[in-house]
């Protein structure tokens, strides 16, 4: 077995594990998570996840099992990392990769966080709109985090190839988050719907299986007489899924503008989504208050795509991954602080 296998075996053990204490701990019974509870396990997921980086920054080397200086070379031109080794001296130029390596991976999980907050304005809607109960919202998260690890898995390593035998594709991925970002801020203000009937996972479910519109408890499955039906519980899973498959289309590709190392690309998205599922509970009355969060995603994303259309001269000039970290968090900041400053006034109508 591969050193790679064995570190990325490692990391889904302790996920899994850390996942199942998450699960034993917070989702007993069908009882809405309080704000503690939600605030205690994004503390838990983001102290995790730092500490990762900290794995990284200081055996980081082991993912590849880097020996020499000449196999280093190799990784870093593989990975395409904007370092360059010292020669005759391979303990400071593991410390440079490893440093190198945790700002990659520190950088792909806030881009992936920052992201996911958009992800919960849409997870809100659906909710409400699908009529589940605050109860259940946590059961579905449970199974909906699972299925994004599993897409996630197979987007990131599935792109990690296209790029290894198609460089132009980074132009393609560039361009798309581009046009995305503009289109979230041309569509800033636009109040999203959605219409339960007529969603198109719905009415694919509705016209190949049993569906009831009567919730069944926390069930996903209504059995009568014999026959299993959907519940709506289960269509608001389907569809959630199918947001977050549209939703990775944006994020993974935005990841690979920071690091082309897919193992790293695959730590810094599963930390991150881990992670939204205690944020959601924890923003969700909030999140409204934050009415320049989409500007400042759009911005991000557009950042993201220009960093990737124009890499070879980012790099030609000195452009690194510690700058793409602080004009990530300085979009974020700023679009924070804009929204705590100037909230936004419902008007009254007379």
Do not use: C
């Not at 440079?96 to 520190?106: K, R």
């Amino acid at each position: 077995m591969s050193h790679e296998l064995m570190f990325f075996g490692g990391f889904l053990i302790f996920i899994a594990l850390m996942l199942a204490i998450d699960l034993g701990l917070f989702s007993k019974g069908d009882k809405p998570v309080s704000l503690k509870t939600a605030a205690i396990m994004s503390a838990v997921w983001v102290l995790f996840s730092l500490g990762f980086y900290w794995l990284l920054r200081q055996y980081g080397f082991e993912l590849h099992n880097i020996q020499d200086l000449n196999h280093l070379q190799e990784v870093i031109t593989k990975h395409h990392h904007d370092i360059k080794i010292i020669p005759g001296d391979l303990a400071a130029s593991l410390a440079v990769y490893n440093n190198n390596l945790g700002l990659e991976y520190l950088t792909g999980y806030v881009v992936e966080y920052a992201l996911s907050v958009d992800n919960i304005f849409v997870m809100v809607l659906l909710f409400t709109s699908f009529g589940i109960p605050e109860k259940y919202y946590h059961k579905v998260l449970v199974w909906g985090i699972l299925g994004a690890i599993v897409m996630r898995f197979l987007f990131i390593f599935l792109g990690a190839t296209l790029i290894a035998q198609f460089g132009w594709i980074l132009y393609v991925f560039g361009a798309f988050l581009v046009f995305t970002g503009v289109k979230m801020f041309i569509n800033r203000n636009q109040e999203e719907e959605v219409d339960p009937q007529n969603h198109p996972v719905v009415k694919f479910a509705s016209k190949y299986f049993k569906v009831t519109p009567k919730l069944d408890g926390g069930h996903f499955f209504h059995i009568e007489n014999g026959v299993k039906y959907m519940t709506p519980l289960f269509l608001v899973l389907l569809v959630i899924e199918f947001t977050d498959l549209i939703f990775a289309v944006d994020s993974i590709p935005a990841i690979f503008s920071v690091t082309k190392d897919p193992y790293v690309v695959f730590f810094s998205n599963i930390f991150a989504i881990l992670g939204l599922r205690s944020m959601f509970f924890l923003l969700v009355n909030i999140i409204h208050k934050f009415q320049y969060l989409k500007v400042g995603l759009a911005f991000l994303l557009v950042f993201i795509g220009l960093k990737m259309l124009l890499h070879h001269w980012l790099a030609e000039v000195g452009f690194t991954t510690t700058h793409s970290l602080i004009v990530i968090i300085g979009i974020l900041a700023l679009s924070i602080i804009a929204s705590l400053l100037f909230p936004k006034h419902k008007e009254i109508s007379q």
